[in-house]
């Protein structure tokens, strides 16, 4: 074999000396760090010692990696991509902490909250030393909200936030929640420390997806905040959904990082297991598999890599990276589907990683814009016809 199996197209070829360093750095710290351990954290639903692993991926830089100052180390989209993919390669858990802290909670900060908040929380958060979270979805909205029911009333000069969130990464870690609260100027960002009387997150238990990340439930009973609490700026929808096109742009990369670990492995598999006194690999079924899988790996990392170019050169379209999450999640996850199939009984055990990565990709099908939300964006774009409500 001439290439690397993992990159029959030369993908390689197109990336920078600078950018197959970070991409390995990655892969090599979380080879020793992380992989040994994240089966049974998934098993037990439990992250050891998740502070100190924040602390760690700050020291390598990886904590809003591509966002400039305040401590944050200024890299490039793709330079993102490639250490997100190398993330959810270990687990779409891990990938998650990363994107919510960098992408969502200190995006918002950087993008529009006030020079205090900035000073206040981003040096921290590059640096692991403090977790964030970001509370969008409600119990009873998710894919839709705009029909969110938090709110925050003024009281004099203080702002007191009534409501619940649900679904949220990081909660019951977080030292500082974003959360988006219906106003009377429209829906309104603010910025909550959790030792505020009145926040609460209670964590959700009985999940059998991304059980090495904490999701949580944000209770806003009565959270009184200075008047400076919230983002300045920005009012309505505008605000969250612009920090959704920076966590979907991880997932388009991260997503194709479970698909590797599933193809990878049951190319592997297909090898050295024997039927019917020949390899697996050997049966013209099981090449079929693996060559269908192969081919949506290159073209789902084309497509990453063109849309991190775009993003870096500033020409990206919010309706691109719902193509790029819509393809890349979807074809991620019949991989790793397909991957469980070749490795038969053995696909269900955690003694390997396919089954994990697929039970983790049906969260990452849904969150960050379900796909058939996305499927509804790039409808609209090809009709001009909106076909949400
Ligand atoms: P619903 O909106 O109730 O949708 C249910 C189904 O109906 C879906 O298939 C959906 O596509 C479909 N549907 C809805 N409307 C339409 C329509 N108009 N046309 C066609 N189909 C439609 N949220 C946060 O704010 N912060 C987080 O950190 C966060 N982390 C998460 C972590 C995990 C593990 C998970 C599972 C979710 C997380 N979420 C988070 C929530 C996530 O973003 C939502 O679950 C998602 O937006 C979908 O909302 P929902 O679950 O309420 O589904």
Redesign the pocket.
């Given at each position: 074999m001439d290439r690397n199996p993992l990159d029959l197209a030369g993908i390689d070829d197109l990336l920078s000396d600078e950018e197959k360093a970070i991409r390995d750095s990655t892969r090599a710290f979380l080879d020793k760090r992380v992989e040994p351990h994240v089966a049974d954290w998934f098993e037990r639903g439990e992250v050891d010692d998740i502070r100190g692993l924040a602390r760690e991926l700050g020291a390598l830089g990886l904590l809003g990696m591509h966002l400039e100052g305040y401590g944050c180390a200024g890299l490039s989209s793709v330079d993102y991509g490639l250490a997100c993919l190398e993330l959810e390669a270990t687990d779409s858990g891990i990938r998650?902490l990363v994107s919510?802290q960098g992408s969502?909670a200190m995006f918002a900060i950087h993008r529009w909250g006030s020079e205090e908040h900035k000073q206040e929380w981003l040096p921290r958060m590059a640096a692991g030393e403090a977790i964030g979270?970001?509370?969008?979805?409600e119990p009873d909205?998710?894919?839709?909200?705009g029909s969110m029911r938090t709110r925050a009333r003024r009281d004099g000069d203080d702002w007191v936030l009534d409501g619940a969130?649900?679904?949220?990464?990081?909660?019951s870690i977080a030292d500082v929640a974003v959360v988006w609260a219906q106003t009377d100027e429209g829906i309104r960002g603010f910025v909550v420390p959790t030792d505020t009387p009145g926040f609460s997150a209670p964590l959700i238990k009985h999940?059998m997806?991304?059980r090495a990340?904490v999701?949580s439930e944000l209770v806003l009973d009565g959270v009184r905040l200075p008047a400076e609490a919230v983002f300045p700026e920005v009012r309505g929808l505008k605000g969250p959904l612009s920090c959704l096109t920076e966590a979907r742009y991880g997932i388009v990369w991260g997503s194709l990082g479970a698909a590797r670990s599933s193809l990878e492995t049951a190319r592997r598999y297909a090898v050295e297991r024997h039927q019917f006194g020949r390899p697996l690999a050997g049966f013209q079924l099981t090449q079929q598999k693996l060559a269908d899988m192969a081919l949506e790996l290159v073209k789902g990392q084309l497509l990453a890599l063109h849309l991190g170019r775009r993003k870096d050169a500033g020409t990206i379209t919010p309706t691109q990276v719902s193509l790029g999450k819509l393809n890349n999640i979807r074809e991620s996850l019949e991989i790793c589907r397909t991957a469980r199939t070749i490795l038969g009984a053995n696909g269900i055990s955690l003694e390997y990683p396919v089954i994990r990565h697929m039970n983790n990709l049906e969260?990452v099908l849904?969150?960050?814009?379900?796909?058939?939300?996305h499927t509804?964006v790039v409808g609209e774009a090809l009709t001009g016809v909106s076909?949400?409500?």
């Open positions: 998650s919510v969502l979270c970001f509370g969008l979805t909205h998710g894919s839709d909200p969130k649900m679904w949220i990464t990081n909660g999940k997806s991304l990340s999701t969260s849904t969150y960050e814009g379900t796909v058939e939300m509804l076909a949400f409500r």
